[in-house]
């Protein structure tokens, strides 16, 4: 996992949110990329080896939140209940650098728990987060969902809204905030490759940034591989906190929302803008759900 360091400890909140967000008084890391269908498969792999948990981990069939059929080319992982042990799980040719979609809320908590757990772990259901037993609809839900908070001794977590807000859109040099994670105050725009202020989401005129063309093709895969977009990163050097895919943080709101942020590949920009966080129920997951980790500042 690669990290990028914030640092500015006890910045001021944003004024444009009416100060509501991206004050962070403490040093922290938060992971440059999202997290990729080659790390999620290996997370897989270790702690769900013979496949009997699939469903509560990852929905690679895919299916949604009530097991109806989807048909996405983004996912990537693919689920083989005659492979050998410890390799049920594989990745798409092609998709080990994309970044991991339908992960649920209790996906990327588990997958955080399995990563603040240290190597050779397999646990899933204690380290960041208690999470007390399964549900059963299959989903996975802890039994104590609507009480599930960080604990104290994390070494690495899902990010808080302010974690997550802060990392994509304060500039540390300037003691002020940027509209997008792309260093700018503008919508960007989405053609693929170096240039400055771009990112992976359909502009105004509709267009995908994968194909440059409005009509959406179900057999496509519009994600982009992480960092694709290599000159429009965040003032801490993040890369796609505004677009290709939204991303789950810790923070819950009303109704047990934990809050979505960043937009995707299907958004509009202004849910990539600072202004454009989401809750949404923890068991929603789709082809422009991911996460990214935050961890202690070394």
Same mark, same amino acid.
């Given at each position: 996992m690669s990290y990028v360091t914030?640092?500015? $400890?006890?910045?001021?909140? %944003?004024?444009?949110?009416?100060?509501? +967000?991206?004050?962070?008084?403490?040093?922290?890391?938060?992971?440059?990329?999202?997290?990729?269908?080659?790390? +999620?498969?290996?997370?897989?792999?270790?702690? %769900?080896?013979?496949?009997?948990?699939?469903?509560?981990?990852? &929905?690679?069939?895919?299916q949604d939140d009530e097991g109806s059929p989807q048909r996405n080319a983004e996912y990537g992982v693919t689920f083989n209940?005659?492979?050998?042990?410890?390799? &049920?799980?594989?990745? &798409?040719s092609g998709y080990a650098n994309m970044p991991v979609v339908n992960v649920d809320y209790w996906d990327a908590l588990r997958f955080v728990n399995w990563m603040n757990n240290g190597e050779g772990s397999t646990s899933t259901e204690t380290g960041a987060y208690?999470?007390?037993?399964?549900?059963?609809?299959?989903?996975?839900?802890?039994?104590?969902?609507e009480s599930v908070t960080r604990n104290a001794g994390?070494?690495?977590?899902? $990010?808080?809204?302010?974690?997550?807000? &802060?990392?994509a859109y304060y500039d540390p040099a300037r003691s002020t905030y940027s509209k997008y994670a792309t260093?700018? %105050?503008?919508?960007?725009?989405?053609?693929?490759?170096?240039?400055?202020?771009?990112a992976?989401?359909?502009?105004?005129?509709?267009f995908f940034s994968v194909t440059q063309n409005s009509r959406h093709n179900s057999n496509q895969n519009y994600l982009t591989a992480t960092g694709t977009f290599s000159g429009s990163k965040s003032h801490y050097g993040t890369y796609d906190q505004s677009g290709d895919v939204i991303n789950w943080c810790d923070t819950v709101v009303a109704s047990h929302s934990p809050?979505?942020?960043?937009?995707a590949w299907d958004c509009t920009s202004s849910y990539l803008s600072s202004s454009g966080g989401v809750g949404e129920r923890p068991t929603a997951p789709g082809p422009d759900v991911g996460f990214r980790v935050a961890s202690k500042s070394p």
């Open positions: 914030v640092g500015n $400890p006890n910045n001021a909140p %944003d004024p444009a949110t009416g100060s509501l +967000y991206g004050s962070v008084s403490y040093t922290y890391e938060i992971g440059q990329y999202d997290v990729t269908d080659s790390q +999620y498969c290996t997370f897989l792999n270790d702690v %769900d080896p013979t496949g009997a948990n699939t469903l509560a981990l990852y &929905k690679p069939a895919p209940p005659g492979a050998a042990n410890g390799s &049920k799980y594989s990745v &798409k208690m999470l007390l037993g399964g549900s059963t609809d299959g989903n996975g839900r802890p039994g104590n969902w994390a070494a690495v977590w899902l $990010p808080s809204e302010n974690e997550w807000y &802060k990392a260093q700018s %105050d503008t919508a960007p725009g989405n053609v693929i490759g170096s240039g400055t202020n771009e992976n989401y359909p502009t105004a005129n509709g809050v979505l942020r960043g937009g």
